[in-house]
């Protein structure tokens, strides 16, 4: 049974940058592709990154250039570096297998002042 | 980007009777491989969403086949069958054709 569990969500500053972790069991993160999703609490999903089993990687405009997704097979895990934080990043952070097969409980991030 | 429209449930769905949730795309949601990435997804309070439907009609593993999709192009439904206390929620479509991949705003359902 695949199973995908989120961790790295914190309080940070503007302009802070944290780094989310997505743990994948059940399956190689590297024979699919991944995607990170966020929900400001109470509205509704957005779409933030995927990587593909081939490495490329696409990005939401709202974070291009800030975000990066990337993973570690060894680890079976995904990431996603999250620099030059603002505001209206604040939400829960899911990490989603293929076309949201599964996904994991989320991490929250809050970025305040 | 493609932007997705659903509508709203009129009002609380009585157990046992059906219910159905429109969404609209504002292009085509045909592939050039020939696929329509059109998925389904249900989001019970406070828990992730989870696959319903994808491909516009696939059930993912595991989901009641009271649970319905259908349509082409730009407009699609789905439909459940006899609504259960446990189909409360939002539900929410998703279109993976292009990117940025984009879900529509959300139908709430409530049991009355």
């Known amino acids: 049974e695949a199973q995908l569990v989120e961790t790295g969500g914190d309080l940070v500053q503007p302009g802070g940058s944290l780094r989310l972790s997505c743990a994948a069991s059940?399956?190689?993160?590297?024979?699919?592709?991944m995607n990170w999703v966020r929900q400001v609490p109470g509205k509704g999903l957005e779409w933030v990154s995927i990587?593909?089993?081939?490495?490329?990687?696409y990005y939401a405009e709202s974070v291009k250039g800030r975000f990066t997704i990337f993973r570690d097979s060894s680890k079976n895990t995904v990431y996603l570096q999250m620099n030059s934080l603002r505001s209206d990043d604040t939400a829960l952070y899911y990490c989603?297998?293929?076309?949201?097969?599964?996904w994991g409980q989320g991490t929250l991030v809050t970025v305040s002042s | 980007d493609i932007v997705m429209t659903q509508t709203e449930l009129s009002s609380p769905v009585t157990v046992g009777q059906p219910a159905s949730i429109s969404c609209r795309s504002t292009?085509?949601?045909?592939?050039?491989?020939?696929?329509?990435?059109l998925s389904w997804l249900h989001q019970r309070p406070g828990q992730p969403p989870r696959l319903l439907l994808y491909?516009?009609?696939k059930r993912f593993s595991g989901v009641p086949d009271r649970f319905s999709g259908t349509g082409a192009g730009t407009d699609f439904t789905l439909k459940i069958s006899s609504v259960e206390v446990e189909d409360v929620g939002v539900y929410y479509c998703?279109?993976?054709?292009?990117?940025?991949?984009?879900f529509g705003q959300g139908t709430k359902l409530e049991i009355k």
């Open positions: 989603t297998r293929g076309s949201g097969n599964d």
């Open positions: 059940g399956f190689s993160v590297s024979d699919t592709y």
């Open positions: 990587i593909f089993r081939s490495g490329g990687t």
């Open positions: 292009q085509s949601l045909e592939h050039t491989d020939g696929n329509t990435y």
């Open positions: 491909k516009i009609s």
């Open positions: 998703m279109q993976s054709t292009q990117f940025p991949y984009t």
